[in-house]
């Protein structure tokens, strides 16, 4: 797919209300959504990404696809969670809740965000979120709404896009009546892990979507929760959205205990456990080496969604047609390479070759190479995107490139729209789940 059919277009001026009531609007969704510190109205964005249709059902469809081969590397690498986590090198320690029953499976991968940049050439795919503790799901929501105000309502915007929200909740609603239980849902998160919102806020509003689709909902600390959902024989809540990461609760010193009771008493929380196995980078690393089931078409997508990506070891590897040592290739190619934890989040301990010095760089290749506990992935470039941004004092507008990164949220193998992130105007870097908000249409 060429790069430039993902290029934005700026949407007619003359179909948008006055620049101060955009910046109102946009900085109003900020505020609902509980990141009050995000509300500031200097260098906010007045207009949405919007893509061609085309670019726009592509990031889905090949989202999709992708998934489907990560679950299935994931699966087919034991018979077992307790297998998986060997075949993965992994810390049994950081996936204490995997339950019993096939429900486990089933739920792993009905809730994903990728991370991807598109290229000259396309989209590439960097990494899978995947699990229901990612963030996004309520600011892609409110920034939805705010710009199609921001445009005069859904009926006279010139570009169409999907709220998350309403996505989410009818995968609930599906999973109630497949499974057959009570229209009810605990979600189970702390206010500890949303430093910087209004938690009542962000967790109410996301309480408030499920209950107005008939299905009873409440909020849920951990040390709530068992008192919340009931006795086992007489549960009030036998669904759950599991709205927290292991390390992330680990970190912050909860106690899992409660959960695990919960999960002992029948209620489902989902995604589940195995959904954070699924996500494991290294599974990334295992596609794009190449798995033996794998067919012609499943490396065809593989080679042009995901970049080169390996596990990291002291051992030989294929790349741009020749064989080399890994370790040798990354500290002769510093420049062309990026090392990742294969189970890391929000763009912890990232190294990029290019913007390391050598010795740090070497020593990072060092560490990734003797605990196989990285990838190492092919830098790609982002081709940028203009923008336009309102000033200080939101009475005019200036533009600027940025280098966006598209995240499109899958609930249940459906799209569930795409939330967009980018550095500030004339800043660089890694662009981390707390950049600038943004949230891509498609052209009518």
Known sequence: MDGHRYSSFSPSRDSRRPLPEVVEEVTGAMEKSGFSHYA?????????????????????????????????????????????????????????????????????????????????????????????????????????????????????SPFRGIDPLPVRDALFQRVIKELDVEPAVAVVGTARDVEGRDAGRYFGLQVDSLREKGIRADFFEPEELLEGIGSPGALRYQLGLRHFTVPDWRDLGIDLSPVQEALDRGCLLIATQTAYLVANKKVLGWLSEGLPWMTDSDREIVDRYIPWTRVAGDRPTHWKGATYSLPELLVEHREEFILKPAAGMMSRDVFVGRNCEPKLWESAVDTAVATEGYIAQDYVEATPCRISFSDSAAKATFEEEVFPVFSPFIFGNRPGGCMVRHLPPGQKGIVGIHGHRSVAFAQR
Not at 116 to 136: A, M, Q, R, Y
């Open 40 to 156: 500031s109205k200097s260098q906010i964005a007045v207009q949405p990404v919007v893509l061609t249709r085309a670019a726009y059902d592509e990031l889905f469809t090949a989202a999709i696809a992708l998934l489907r081969l990560l679950r299935r590397a994931l699966l087919e690498s034991a018979p077992t969670a307790a297998g998986r986590i060997a075949a993965l090198g992994a810390d049994e320690n950081m996936y204490p809740l995997v339950a019993d029953g096939p429900h486990e499976e089933k739920f792993a991968t009905c809730m994903t965000r990728p991370d991807v940049i598109v290229t000259s050439t396309g989209p590439k795919f960097l990494e899978f979120n995947i699990g229901s503790g990612f963030g996004g799901v309520l600011d892609t929501s409110l920034n939805s709404a705010a710009w199609y105000a921001a445009f005069g309502g859904p009926e006279h």
